[in-house]
């Protein structure tokens, strides 16, 4: 690289520095009176100046998306500033309302994030998921051919803490892996002290065992040139050898102090000390400060020199706070520099007073880095979020099964759709984490396939081993298979849902899990509706009807997490018609991409779309037939409908979600014997009906009274001395909020505590959620006439 282009570099570079760490000052320092500090990282921000300004002013080609540590925001916005992508109103007001965010965001920045990042490893993880479904997109005849881009990811040291980090190698390695780079800022500290010794010896094994190529990035040019002096040699095994938190120490006590330490431990009167005493202490910390990841020339060269597409992991030497007085502090984590810091900081950057925002303060020569600044591959294209057509859904698939789950009908209708020569079906995609049979993929995976780069054939069909599966792995194929890994999952559902954005080129991603585990990837859930990816999740089995299984493996608090999860519809239908209707409005809506306005009919605000939950069982239940009229249809999507509409002097209303409702339907059968106008509320959406409640309330406080949920519409004619009884099979208060809607006596039924092996309906009776459990709460806590026990019989 031309050494002008470096001058050139080294400014910007100084100029990122100065706003990433005014930023936060600002953040801190400057706001009125009163407010709580927010926090500091001026330090682990100063770490990536040098990295990411290699990368975005060199390296990266518009093609190429980054995941940008949390902590390194600042930097980001620094850079984007720069590059007229921020606002100076924005930057100013960084970490308060409608500011730039702590954690870069692809939701709440206006500065083209490509991956939001804050719960760490998520956003690490990540790319590599990205990089598998650009494979995947490549590989498909009816994609747009783009070039290949690189998935990178800038990881803090601690970040490889995180078990999902691992998880994620594995299955990079199964999917051979490639044009994936992570660069580990490996500063050696984290928030609570300094990472144990000979940590880079582990992240070499690890990441050489799963077939990645490492790159040591840990001696500057500085140092380099230092080695080849006579007395240099010594000077580098000592440096190798320093413990991390005593070079940590000394970078922080400056040049006096490696002078007295080198020359106490190394110095010998000749070489070694002549190559100390021919700097002054400034020259010396400079030397020792001169790490891999802070050296422009070491970058781009470490970075250029990567011609293939293998997966490469570059671990950077960096300090933490580099080029501030916080560097190498133990507590500089959430450290900030004092006023006074901050104005020495200032002068010695030689950034003028009333000048602190400009996005030139520190540079002598502002034309010469805006003519670079123009040329500058990367930010060629503007805006590098693609649109993609929407894709039209072609109407419910009616099943006609009498007995059925909705589990099987879930696979029934993806069997019908991959029959079918739709472009709807071309683009779904679907994955498991190793429970695609279980979860009734196998007939959608039976014929299209399993998704690989390269052909890979069916041994046990070829050998002629009789088997129902037919595991056939091909760059036509529409199923990633996954490990165990839940997490996995989610970050390939979330990756497969910006696809649209990130490539072009649309994808309806469908990953299915056992309901219970969707708590263990929890996380990488919330990570994926927070980037506002498009997938649906299928749980199932869910609550207590994979009764045999146990405890472990029976689900309670899911209803509840689909109600309080952002971005994700939540539905339960309890029949195979409900189901369909679903599922085809689903593929519509994770396409949706209007304003934020509500729906006035619902206070809903479906025009924005989302990614959806539909939690599934595998009980068999009796389907009414196919019901087609549109009141139903939009019922069930708007969250419920009357399946049993309630007389004017209704003394109980039985309202249900999901595969219970064969028992809500005998009892209400049995109740009506006794009670007046009894009626069957079926909710196949708590979540939506609970969203347009609320959503309702909103719009009446900004003074619309007319405004009304879907649920207070629903309920408005039941008089006022009627009791709601709710019944679910999960945890009772994801349905006891009804009554508040319009202030009714509400007796909350379901399950909350852990069950144990049985039959079905075992669990049910102990929970007191079966037939005659649902009868004996009503006769029992509701005023009216008693129920016959002789009604309660078999």
Known sequence: MASTDIGQLKSIERQILWLSCWMIHNANHLRPKGEVKVGGHQASSASMASIMTALYFHVLRPEDRIAVKPHASPVFHAIQYLMGNQSREKLENFRGFGGAQSYPSRTKDVDDVDFSTGSVGLGVAVTAFASIVQDY??????????????????????????????????????????????????????????????????????????????????????????????????????????????????????????????LDEIGDQGDVTALIERRSDQELAELMNNLGGHCLETLTQAFDAVDHDRPTVFLAYTIKGWGTPLAGHKDNHAGLMTSAQMEEFQAAMKVRPSTEWDPYSTIADPKGIRDFLAQVPFFQNGPRRYPAARIATDGPVMLEDRVLSTQAGFGKILDLMAKSQTELAARIVTTAPDVTVSTNLGPWVNRRGLFARDMQADTFRDERVPSAQKWRFSPEGQHIELGIAEMNLFLLLSAAGLSHSLFGERLLPIGTVYDPFISRGLDALNYACYQDARFMIVGTPSGVTLAPEGGAH????????????????????????????????????????????????????????????????????????????????????????????????????????????????????????????????????????????????????????RAAGHVETLLSGLPPHCTLVTVTDGHPASLAWLGAVHGHRTIPLGVEHFGQTGTIQDLYRHYGIDKAGIVKTVSGLTRGAAISELLLLP
């Open 137 to 262: 997109l490549a590989a498909k005849p009816w994609a747009q051919k783009r070039p290949e881009g690189r998935m990178i990811a800038l990881v803090g040291d601690a970040e490889l803490d995180e078990g999902n980090i691992y998880e994620c190698l594995q299955e990079g390695w199964k999917h051979d892996l490639r044009n994936t780079w992570w660069v580990i800022d490996y500063n050696r500290q984290s928030l609570d002290g300094v990472v144990r010794e000979g940590l880079w010896q582990r992240i070499e094994a690890i990441f050489t065992a799963f077939r990645w190529d490492v790159v040591i990035v840990k001696h500057g040019a500085l140092q380099r040139a230092a080695f080849a002096e006579p007395g240099g040699t010594r000077l580098r095994d000592w440096i190798d050898t320093c413990p991390n938190q005593l070079y940590a120490a000394l970078t922080y006590q400056g040049g006096g102090a490696w002078r007295r330490r080198l």
């Open 554 to 705: 029976q689900s309670i608090a899911t209803p509840l997490i689909g109600i309080s999860q952002d971005g994700l519809a939540s539905f339960e239908p309890a029949f195979l018609d409900e189901l369909s209707v679903v599922m085809d409005w689903s593929f519509d809506y994770m396409q949706r991409d209007g304003d934020r306005q509500p729906d006035e009919r619902t206070w809903l605000r479906d025009a924005t779309g989302g990614s959806v939950y539909l939690r599934l069982t595998t009980r068999p239940i009796e389907q009414p037939l196919p019901r087609h009229d549109p009141q139903f249809r939009q019922g069930v999507i708007d969250g419920g409908y009357w399946l049993k509409k309630p007389g004017p002097n209704a003394d109980v209303v039985i309202a249900y979600q999901g595969c219970i409702a064969p028992e809500v339907i005998a009892a209400a059968g049995i109740l009506g014997e006794s009670r007046r106008d009894i009626g069957v509320l079926a909710v196949t959406s708590a979540d939506r009906l609970n969203a347009g409640w609320t959503a309702a309330q909103r719009a009446r406080r900004s003074g619309l009274d």
